[in-house]
């Protein structure tokens, strides 16, 4: 081996010089740890920027039609809950902690603290779906449906239960039933790889039946504290209280074709007349002078439809990153179980870390976007 | 310790002239080895038949349309088959081959060699780039075979909403964000590995023109692609539950989902064009045996146009409904966008001068290219402007105008490209007489096909049209006839490369005397690239590269 063959050996590929070993976790065609730390980040951030794009189609739509018919997205908002949605943005912030302790454990080669963060940003996602699916369930039980599918019944008197929680919940139910033979056998065969995978991921599924009794608490509780009857009634106290859909409070007086706006109308009114207009001709079409009158029936069917097709669009994507999450947190949960990370790898917790704070960075924007804004 | 520092001279010279006995081709042998592979130059051959074989099937469903309009009337179509045929002709050729066309089929092979390192940053991610480009093709199938698409390339609402073919649309759309995804993960791959792994004395501006146009193109990639990914998302959800944001009848706006497909796809364009400019500005210096002229002007350029590239797409909408303020200012902006375009062919008619051109196949193609994307530009320019593409705008002028730069620009390049590397990437020379033949034919082929078409469009013309005035039929035949010898013209080119394969020469090292990395490997490459490191260098110095008759190829002279 030649004097200049010894100075290239790290440059470009001379493959054949073993010189320095290539370890297991160093990918052939990279030179050193460090090259292929920055190449996983570099990639991860461009990743990131994508993401935020494939969102800002959405926000644009948000904020397109919200200017278009801010009396709408304020009506429909008010249907959102904003106690469920503040506590899974608790949740979230809370995840994205455990999280970058799980990198600093990687870090340290502190394998079962690893594990356990690890574990802990699991369960909290789980929270988060369980809290999502109850919100969910709740809205399409009372018909708050996307686009042409709304239908309404804000009087209470929605008909019999659909069952869209139980739904939801089945594949959940399914997963949690097998991480629990999972565990069992991990714990029979006391292997503790097993053990270390099987136990956050029984324990995250649980925490998913956790976050959507949670959820049904609070949202017995909201519909509680609003007393007398049914959700409309629910709803109406909501909105008078904060004015939200108080007619009356518009500053252009009610357009005269807009049959269901009358000044008078209390919140409550309006949610009746719109069940009963809900009921009636499908697809309302209103042309797009009515469009720009402010006091254009909120009510209107497709248009309160819009709402919640942006808001299912919108926190759906952000469901399917979560799970997306939850996947790839499963992976590392069993790398970190075989204790193949250190302090010169620790790429993929450090990556997957950032696309987790991205997420619940995406979550922090939606939150009050859609629930709180009015 | 660097390269630069002690350069070592010619590597491993004594090589230079025999044919490898082991390269990537027989590294290892079996379907498997071929499908499961990491290495970028088997997935770079792969993309190549793929697109081709794309290539030929858009084809195919243009020479049909062609026929089709040989009377005014009464076409051996359907208008329903016509509506069908020319959708996916349309979105055939942008998704399924212009897109993935250089960047992943010629870029994937080059860019590694060019840049001197083994492999792209991420090998896996590349492979499965490559098999959501296969999901992409299938899903395309089955929109083909199921019903048949008839909502032209752009699906534009609310017709897309409403068609009968609903489950075409479904199955395009979805095949439309897949491949988007494909062209995602190529265009991060590709700027990790020119960031993160360029070997020492890989500065910047020692990186071969073609790969700051490769470098532009993914950050439009990543850029762009996403917003197109959830415009399709949507439209799926639209179709699928009737989600309203597009659908007029939801009170959905369908303007916006016009603005959400052009934020795509104008930038998409100069995915089409940059890496082929990028084949340009190799081709021109290579075969001219001559500094590029310019090189920092054309590697900015690349980077200026596709940072103003984000911000014309309003040009598509002029009529279909935005304030007249916005309309001045695309307008305005999609000149601007045009002045890097032009520094390029400047720079590119710079190195031509008192270069030694040899007149080979790959030089055709790229002059073919400087003509022909010239015209196509700069009739850009009239349907830019506003008064004019009141008139131009849906008619066949628009047609004739973007196959210009696509077809004149982006596959003529590619055939260029082709040609030029087929000796490294096969290890086989072509007849270069035949390829001659070839270039020529589908140079005038091209021209008689879409010269008529400008005419045909300012004259009034629609596009997307079944039937049409008898006027015009003179003119339409004149482009049926074009459009069957550039056929033939393609035909040779195919033969002339797959009968290389059967009875071509052995490749030189370096065929035609190029001075980046990849002409300093074996031909075709070994498994890893290089055998030894490579001397980086100036991609564009020519002085001490000789021709040298006993290996049939040049030599770089030590
Ligand atoms: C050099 C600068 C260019 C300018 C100023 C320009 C301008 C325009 C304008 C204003 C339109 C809209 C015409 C209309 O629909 O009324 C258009 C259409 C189009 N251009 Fe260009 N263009 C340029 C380069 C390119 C390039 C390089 C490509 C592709 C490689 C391209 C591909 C297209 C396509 C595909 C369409 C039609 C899309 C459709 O409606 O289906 N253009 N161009
Ligand atoms: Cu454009």
């Known amino acids: 081996m030649t004097a200049i063959q010894e100075n290239l050996a790290h440059v470009v590929d001379d493959h054949a010089d073993h010189h320095h070993e290539h370890p297991s976790w160093l990918a052939h065609h990279f030179d050193d740890a460090e090259q292929q730390y920055d190449s996983g980040k570099l990639g991860m951030w461009l990743f990131l920027v994508t993401e935020v794009l494939f969102f800002s189609g959405m926000f644009c739509a948000y904020a397109l039609y919200r200017n278009r018919n801010p009396e709408v997205f304020e009506f429909c908002s008010s249907f959102l809950n904003e106690k469920l949605g503040a506590i899974n943005t608790g949740v979230l912030l809370f995840s994205s902690l455990t999280m970058a302790w799980a990198v600093r454990a990687a870090q340290l080669r502190q394998h079962q603290l690893l594990v356990g963060m690890l574990g802990a940003t699991l369960g909290c996602a789980a929270i988060f779906l369980g809290v999502k699916a109850v919100e969910y369930s709740h809205k399409m039980e009372i018909g708050l449906l996307p686009g042409k599918l709304y239908v309404a019944q804000l009087d209470g008197a929605h008909g019999p239960h659909k069952g869209y929680l139980e739904f939801i919940c089945t594949v959940p139910a399914i997963v949690t039933a097998l991480c629990a033979f999972y565990a069992i056998y991990a714990f029979a065969t006391k292997s503790l790889f097993h053990q270390r995978v099987a136990g956050p991921m029984l324990v995250a599924g649980l925490c998913f039946f956790g976050g959507v009794g949670l959820g049904q608490y609070l949202e017995a509780q909201e519909e509680a504290s609003k007393g007398h009857g049914g959700h409309a009634a629910g709803h109406e106290h909501h909105a008078m209280v904060d004015g939200h859909v108080d007619h009356g409070s518009h500053e252009h007086a009610a357009a005269p074709e807009s049959v269901h706006a009358a000044e008078t109308k209390t919140a409550a009114e309006i949610a009746a007349s719109a069940a009963t207009a809900m009921g009636g001709t499908p697809n309302v079409y209103v042309s797009p002078t009515e469009l720009k009158t402010p006091n254009a029936d909120v009510n209107q069917r497709s248009m309160a439809g819009l709402f919640f097709s942006i808001y299912y669009c919108m926190t759906g994507v952000h469901a399917i990153h979560i799970i997306g999450g939850m996947i790839v947190i499963t992976w590392l949960i069993v790398k970190a179980a075989r204790e193949e990370f250190h302090e010169q790898y620790f790429g993929p917790v450090d990556n997957v870390g950032l696309y987790w704070h991205l997420v619940d960075f995406i979550w922090i924007y939606l939150f009050p976007l859609l629930y709180l804004i009015t | ?558």
Not at chain 2, 167 to 176: I, P, R
Not at chain 2, 248 to 277: C, E, R
């Open chain 2, 1 to 558: 310790m660097s390269v630069v520092d002690r350069p070592i001279t010619a590597p491993v010279h004594s090589e230079v002239d025999s044919y490898p006995e082991h390269h990537f081709l027989n590294h290892s042998k079996g379907f498997l080895s071929w499908a499961l592979t990491l290495d970028h130059k088997r997935i770079g051959l792969m993309y190549l038949v793929g697109v081709m074989s794309s290539f030929a099937l858009g084809g195919a469903f243009a020479l049909m349309i062609r026929i089709h309009l040989w009377n005014f009337k009464d076409g051996w179509l359907s208008n329903q088959t016509y509506n069908q045929v020319f959708t996916l002709h349309g979105a055939i050729m942008v998704f399924l081959f212009i897109i993935p066309s250089v960047p992943a089929a010629l870029g994937n092979f080059l860019l590694p060699v060019m840049l001197g390192t083994k492999d792209v940053a991420f090998p896996r991610l590349n492979l499965s780039s490559f098999y959501l480009w296969v999901t992409g093709l299938i899903l395309f199938l089955t929109a083909l075979s199921v019903t048949g698409l008839d909502t032209g390339w752009t699906f534009y609402t609310p017709y897309s909403i409403e068609t009968q073919q609903g489950g075409a649309v479904l199955a395009a759309t979805f095949g439309v964000f897949v491949l988007g995804f494909s062209s995602i993960f190529t265009g991060l791959n590709f700027i990790v590995t020119i960031n993160t792994m360029r070997p020492p004395g890989m500065t910047w501006f020692r990186m071969p023109l073609f790969l700051w146009a490769i470098y532009a193109t993914s950050i439009i990639q990543v850029l762009a692609t996403p917003v197109l990914g959830i415009t399709v998302l949507l439209l799926s959800a639209e179709r699928l539950l009737g989600i309203g944001i597009f659908d007029p009848k939801l009170n959905g706006d369908p303007v916006t989902f016009q603005h959400f497909f052009w934020f795509y796809s104008h930038p998409a364009v100069y995915i089409m064009i940059l890496p082929a400019m990028g084949i340009i500005s190799e081709l021109m210096s290579v075969h001219c045996h001559k500094g590029i002229f310019g090189y920092r002007m054309i590697a900015y350029s690349s980077i200026a146009i596709a940072l103003f590239g984000f911000l014309v797409w309003g040009h598509h909408m002029f009529t279909s409904g935005m304030a007249d303020v916005t309309t001045i200012v695309f307008s305005a902006l999609t000149f601007t966008v045009s002045i890097p375009s032009a520094i390029k062919v400047f720079n590119w008619l710079g190195t031509m001068y008192q270069g030694t051109v040899s007149l080979n196949t790959p030089m055709l193609y790229a002059l073919a290219f400087i003509f022909l994307f010239t015209i196509g530009g700069l009739t850009g320019l009239p349907l830019g402007a506003l008064s004019t593409d009141m008139h131009f705008h849906d008619t066949y002028f628009v047609v004739a105008h973007f196959h210009y730069v696509m077809m004149g620009g982006t596959l003529v390049a590619f055939l260029g490209g082709v040609f030029h590397w087929w000796p490294k990437m096969t290890g086989r020379m072509f007849n270069d007489k035949l390829g001659i033949v070839s270039a020529i034919i589908v140079f005038v082929g091209f021209n008689l096909t879409f010269l008529p078409q400008f005419v045909l469009g300012s004259r009034g013309m629609p596009r997307r049209y079944a039937t049409y005035l008898p006027e015009f039929q003179p003119l339409h035949q004149l482009s049926t006839i074009g459009s069957i010898t550039l056929g033939s013209g393609l035909l040779l080119a195919l033969i002339v490369l797959l009968m290389s394969l059967v009875n071509g020469k052995k490749a030189p090292r370096n065929p035609w005397g190029g001075a980046t990395l990849e002409w300093m490997c074996s031909s075709p490459p070994p498994h890893d690239n290089f055998s030894s490191a490579p001397t980086v260098g100036d991609p564009y110095d020519f002085s001490n590269i000789e021709y040298d008759g006993r290996v049939g190829g040049y030599v770089k002279r030590t």
